[in-house]
């Protein structure tokens, strides 16, 4: 899917806008709140909260889990990546984010062996190709994320690799939706950490659907 | 852990090659099994881009079944359909 080309499809854009405003009821008011401050970005420099009817109203939401990262979390990543003996492995995604004196890219390119990974399980094969190095994880994720990051630590385990460690920075959706749901308004979490949720709690998936 | 979701597996869905963030966007990626050997499984999403998965979360599997995977690892199977 090239997101490029798609997403900004003007003819898509409008027609899924006139469906929206065909499907819901004129004489009821909607709350729709995303969750990821990235979305909430999004939002505002394409305009999508004009493409949509007036009962429908955006609220912003708690915030994905690199969004609400503690700055002194990101600092305390910078001073593990700093170690000479240390190759410091983490998503793409965390790359950016500041710290109260620089981020990950800038220490990258003042020496540290810092490596951007897809999966956690690409920092162990890291691990595993160099034993003579301490590896790693900077984990960080809704519980979508956290199984990989359970799962690479158990490979790690069963393989007997001991220069592989994390560095965990995984939050939870629950606590802040059940409080949202709670609250009795309507909420849509759109994201897959909410579907997770909600299919492993029958209760849960009751009030999020 | 497995869960049924239904999901289309005609283009439209994330694909192995998406440019958004892991966390950020949350994206659950829908991919065909195409062989597995071990805990590793050989999938190719709906653009033909192949990858191996890790799926011990979602064990037994079968080839030519759908698992839905995040950040490298099968965290769900689906079943084909409209979402």
Same mark, same amino acid.
């Given at each position: 899917m090239k997101y490029v080309s798609e997403f900004r499809n003007a003819d898509l854009a409008r027609a899924v +806008?006139?469906?929206?405003?065909?499907?819901?009821?004129?004489?009821?008011?909607?709350?729709l709140m995303e969750v990821c401050g990235g979305h909430t970005h999004t939002i505002y420099r394409h305009g999508i909260k004009d493409l949509l009817p007036d009962q429908i109203e955006l609220v912003h939401g708690p915030g994905c889990p690199v969004c609400v990262l503690p700055m002194g979390r990101?600092?305390?990543?910078?001073?593990?990546?700093? @170690?000479?003996?240390?190759?410091?492995?983490?998503?793409?995604?965390?790359?950016?984010?500041?710290? +109260?004196?620089?981020n990950l890219l800038e220490v990258k390119a003042e020496?540290?062996?810092?490596?951007?990974?897809?999966?956690p399980l690409d920092a162990l094969r890291i691990a595993r190709e160099n034993p003579d190095r301490e590896v790693v994880f900077y984990a960080i994720g809704f519980e979508t994320t956290a199984p990989s990051t359970a799962l690479t630590?158990?490979?790690?385990? @069963?393989?007997?690799?001991?220069?592989?460690?994390?560095?965990?920075?995984?939050?939870?959706?629950?606590?802040?939706?059940r409080a949202l749901l709670d609250s009795h308004r309507l909420i849509k979490c759109a994201t897959y950490s909410c579907r997770v949720v909600a299919g492993n709690s029958s209760g849960?998936?009751?009030?999020a659907d | 852990m497995t869960m049924q979701?239904?999901?289309s597996m =005609? %283009?439209?869905?994330? =694909?192995l090659d998406h440019d958004g963030c892991i966390t950020c966007s949350d994206a659950g990626i829908p991919v065909r099994v195409i062989s597995f050997e071990g805990d590793d499984a050989l999938c190719e999403d709906t653009a033909g881009n192949r990858a191996?998965?890790?799926?011990?979360?979602?064990? %037994?599997v079968e080839v030519g079944e759908i698992l839905l995977t995040h950040g490298g690892v099968a965290i769900g199977r689906v079943s084909e359909g409209k979402s």
């Amino acid at each position: 899917m090239k997101y490029v080309s798609e997403f900004r499809n003007a003819d898509l854009a409008r027609a899924v +806008s006139s469906e929206i405003a065909s499907t819901i009821d004129p004489n009821r008011h909607y709350k729709l709140m995303e969750v990821c401050g990235g979305h909430t970005h999004t939002i505002y420099r394409h305009g999508i909260k004009d493409l949509l009817p007036d009962q429908i109203e955006l609220v912003h939401g708690p915030g994905c889990p690199v969004c609400v990262l503690p700055m002194g979390r990101v600092d305390e990543g910078i001073s593990i990546a700093e @170690k000479p003996e240390v190759i410091f492995t983490c998503f793409g995604d965390m790359m950016r984010v500041p710290g +109260s004196k620089g981020n990950l890219l800038e220490v990258k390119a003042e020496g540290a062996d810092i490596r951007m990974v897809y999966s956690p399980l690409d920092a162990l094969r890291i691990a595993r190709e160099n034993p003579d190095r301490e590896v790693v994880f900077y984990a960080i994720g809704f519980e979508t994320t956290a199984p990989s990051t359970a799962l690479t630590l158990q490979r790690a385990k @069963k393989e007997g690799i001991g220069n592989f460690s994390v560095f965990c920075n995984h939050v939870t959706i629950v606590p802040p939706v059940r409080a949202l749901l709670d609250s009795h308004r309507l909420i849509k979490c759109a994201t897959y950490s909410c579907r997770v949720v909600a299919g492993n709690s029958s209760g849960w998936k009751q009030a999020a659907d | 852990m497995t869960m049924q979701i239904d999901i289309s597996m =005609t %283009p439209g869905s994330c =694909t192995l090659d998406h440019d958004g963030c892991i966390t950020c966007s949350d994206a659950g990626i829908p991919v065909r099994v195409i062989s597995f050997e071990g805990d590793d499984a050989l999938c190719e999403d709906t653009a033909g881009n192949r990858a191996e998965i890790a799926i011990e979360l979602v064990v %037994p599997v079968e080839v030519g079944e759908i698992l839905l995977t995040h950040g490298g690892v099968a965290i769900g199977r689906v079943s084909e359909g409209k979402s």
